[in-house]
Nanobody, 122 residues
Framework: QVRLMESGGGSVQAGGSLRLSCAAY????????WGWFRQAPGKEREGIAT???????YYADSVKGRFTLSRDKDKNTLYLQMNDLKPEDSAMYYC????????????????WGQGTQVTVSS
């Protein structure tokens, strides 16, 4: 059974950094989408960063230039480095894997993790 386990969330001040990890179990990455979504209270879940294949990255405009995806093949883990965090980045962050179609769409039938909370104070 595929499991995605997120970690690395926490509370930081604006301008700070966090690195989120998504460790995948019983899942072999073969090039379909693997990425990060977030959902703030009262808002729809949004795609923010997705890896396709072995070097194609998609980023939402809201995080472009501040967030960076990377993958550790040996650890079967996807990372999201988040720099220059802003209060509007506060949300529950979810890892998702193994879907096709639109890279930042939350309407897919791929696998989801349970989420990790990120809170940014001003």
């Amino acid at each position: 059974q595929v499991r995605l386990m997120e970690s690395g969330g926490g509370s930081v001040q604006a301008g700070g950094s966090l690195r989120l990890s998504c460790a995948a179990y019983e899942y072999t990455y073969t090039g379909d989408f693997w990425g990060w979504f977030r959902q703030a209270p009262g808002k729809e879940r949004e795609g923010i960063a997705t890896l396709q294949g072995f070097g194609t990255y998609y980023y939402a405009d809201s995080v472009k230039g501040r967030f960076t995806l990377s993958r550790d093949k040996d650890k079967n883990t996807l990372y999201l480095q988040m720099n220059d965090l802003k209060p509007e980045d506060s949300a529950m962050y979810y890892c998702a894997a193994d879907w096709s179609g639109a890279p930042l769409s939350n309407r897919h039938s791929g696998y989801w993790g349970q989420g990790t909370q990120v809170t940014v104070s001003s």
